[in-house]
T-cell receptor, first 113, second 113 residues
Framework: DAGVTQSPTHLIKTRGQQVTLRCSPK?????VSWYQQALGQGPQFIFQ???????QRGNFPDRFSGHQFPNYSSELNVNALLLGDSALYLC????????????FGPGTRLTVT | QKEVEQDPGPLSVPEGAIVSLNCTYS??????FMWYRQYSRKGPELLMY????GNKEDGRFTAQVDKSSKYISLFIRDSQPSDSATYLC?????????????FGQGTILTVHP
């Protein structure tokens, strides 16, 4: 049973560029959440998707947007990258009936130069 | 003030020791409490979650919640070098915030042989 998968593993972007990160949830899960984890910090909630809609959003600017597809996979898009966007981006999936149990993927390490 | 405070450590203990990891939180709306373990360059792994005040045990791990003092703890018995990781506490308010986990900063634990 494959767990949560994310791609790419890491990437380097230049300030001002745009980036798209991808996530496939654990089998049987239909809810996807995204988190940003800066070095030495705990993850910070960006938003959650369920039934292809953003259900909840954290304190992140509109530069951060997402999408969920009918197969429950999800994308995180970040526009106009800033140096401060450098972080580990984590995707977590959960079954709708057990939303508290969020299972995380390995993350995508984004470096903005 | 952060909603969830966690001493970042680092904490270093000898193999076999009992480890105590702690968090405090300020938002009385938090109802659900989780502990995650994160190895270097990996995503967080859910260890335990609990709802009510009191203790919950799973093998060598015991989670303790005291809602009256807004204090949560994780105890690790007979610690092993493989327990060396960053431990993150997380909380959730339920209701309309059901999907959002609020994390502490994480405590870095090293168990040396």
């Amino acid at each position: 049973d494959a767990g949560v998968t994310q791609s790419p593993t890491h990437l380097i972007k230049t300030r001002g560029q745009q980036v798209t990160l991808r996530c496939s949830p654990k089998s049987g899960h239909d809810t996807v959440s995204w988190y940003q984890q800066a070095l030495g910090q705990g993850p910070q909630f960006i938003f959650q998707y369920y039934e292809e809609e953003e259900r909840q959003r954290g304190n992140f600017p509109d530069r951060f947007s997402g999408h969920q597809f009918p197969n429950y996979s999800s994308e995180l898009n970040v526009n106009a990258l800033l140096l401060g966007d450098s972080a580990l981006y984590l995707c977590a999936s959960s079954p709708e009936t057990g939303g508290l149990e969020q299972y995380f993927g390995p993350g995508t390490r984004l470096t903005v130069t | 003030q952060k909603e969830v405070e966690q001493d970042p450590g680092p904490l270093s203990v000898p193999e076999g020791a009992i480890v105590s990891l702690n968090c405090t939180y300020s938002n009385s709306a938090f109802q659900y409490f989780m502990w995650y373990r994160q190895y270097s360059r990996k995503g967080p792994e859910l260890l335990m979650y609990t709802y009510s005040s009191g203790n919950k045990e799973d093998g060598r791990f015991t989670a303790q919640v005291d809602k009256s003092s807004k204090y949560i703890s994780l105890f690790i018995r007979d610690s092993q070098p493989s327990d060396s990781a960053t431990y993150l506490c997380a909380t959730n308010a339920g209701g309309t915030s059901y999907g959002k986990l609020t994390f502490g900063q994480g405590t870095i634990l090293t168990v040396h042989p």
